[in-house]
């Protein structure tokens, strides 16, 4: 368990970096945005690190609340960045899990619609200009989503370790998004 969590922390780490270097060359309010948000994965990796060595309570309820706020800042990221005209047509569908779901804990839910929501707006941002990179984007905010819901779950598969296994599964699939795009826009790929 301790290892998934670790993994999660390099990968939300590596993203951080990525992300504020892309920034910093660019000077995007976007990419300064999506820094701010996978240092905020970072350090909510971070608690569920200090949760598991200390058997802190309170640290995993920080963990919790660190990340909805990242999955807020993310989410606005993510405002601008397609028409609102073509987003229109899928808020319907942002508000379908919320209520069911976001029962178990106030932090957990507004990560789940975040996050969601996010995912959705990527892939209307891919279907508007077919970039790669976005799909990969979009898949790892949506194995993230899914993540989320295992965790509301009690089903006995959802157990703390294969939740923690499909998040860093997510942090993958955006790094790799983000290597995609920052090695396209260096030439390099």
Known sequence: ????????????AALAALSARAAL????RTLRLLAASFGLLALSSAL??????????????LSSAVMAVSFFVLAISHVYSVSPRASASYMLLLMLPTPVLAAYTLAKGVSLYL????????????TENR??????????LYVLFASLVLGFTSLGIANLLIVEAVQAAGYALLLA?????YRGAEGGG
Do not use: D, Q
């Open 48 to 61: 569920k690190i200090a949760w598991l060595i200390l058997s802190s309570e309170i640290a995993l309820a």
């Open 25 to 28: 060359g660019l000077e995007s």
């Open 131 to 140: 970039y790669w990179a976005s799909l990969l984007t979009a898949a790892g």
């Open 177 to 181: 998004s983000g290597v995609y795009s």
């Open 1 to 12: 368990m301790l290892a998934l969590v670790v993994l999660e922390f390099a990968l939300t």
């Open 115 to 126: 996050v969601l929501y996010a995912a959705v707006e990527t892939t209307i941002f891919y």
